[in-house]
Structures are given as C-alpha cells and as structure tokens.
C-alpha cells in the first residue's frame, strides 16, 4: 500500500502563493501519473493537475496560467506551486496517484486551502 501526504495548505492572501506537496511511501516513479484534485464546500471533487511518468502536464482551465505542478523523483515528491490565488480556489487539495495496470488509484487525505478576499 502506498500512502500520499499532502501538506503546505494554510491562509492566503487574495493574489498570493502557495506551495502544496505530496509525498508518497513508494517510488512515484511507479506511476502512470500523479495528479492534484480540490474539493469546495457543497461541491463535487475536481481535477487540477496531472503530471505523467514521462513529464507531460496538464491543467483545469480554470488553475492554467496560474498553477503549476512538478515533481521530484529523488524525494518521491510532487509538488503545486499555486500563485494570483482567488477566493475560488479555496478548498481541499487531494493528491492522487494512478498505478500502471487496472489497480485503483491512492489518494491522500487532503490539505486546506483558504484563501481570504
């Protein structure tokens, strides 16, 4: 079983940055891609950002631009460089990370992001 940990979420100011990260117990290497998801109250969880195995990025229209996702094998670490945040970008940040195969992803247990107007 791998485990996800996200951490870095707190306050923000409106127009200020961020940085979430998300480290696993297993090599991310292992997996087809890694993504980030956020959930706001009363609403249903979305996608924001994936990075695949080979580096390849990919973002919710409404976080392009402004929101960026890497990743460092090394340390097993994916990171959300988050930054011009808005009051609707306030939710919980969820890290996913989808195995190659048919095996169901893992999922971390989230992190808070608030960000004050």
């Known amino acids: 079983q791998v485990q996800l940990v996200e951490s870095g979420g707190g306050l923000v100011q409106t127009g200020g940055s961020k940085r979430l990260s998300c480290a696993a117990s297993?090599?991310?290497?292992?997996?087809?891609?890694m993504r980030w998801y956020r959930q706001a109250p009363g609403k249903q969880r979305e996608f924001v950002a994936m990075?695949?195995?080979?580096?390849?990025?990919d973002y919710a229209d409404a976080v392009k631009g402004r929101f960026t996702i890497t990743r460092e094998n090394a340390k097993n670490t994916v990171y959300l460089e988050m930054s011009s945040l808005k009051p609707e970008d306030t939710a919980v940040y969820y890290c996913?990370?989808?195995?190659?195969?048919?095996?169901?992803?893992?999922w971390g247990r989230g992190t808070q992001v608030t960000v004050s107007s």
């Open positions: 996913n990370a989808v195995p190659r195969g048919l095996q169901a992803p893992y």
């Open positions: 297993g090599s991310i290497s292992s997996f087809n891609s």
């Open positions: 990075i695949t195995i080979t580096g390849s990025t």
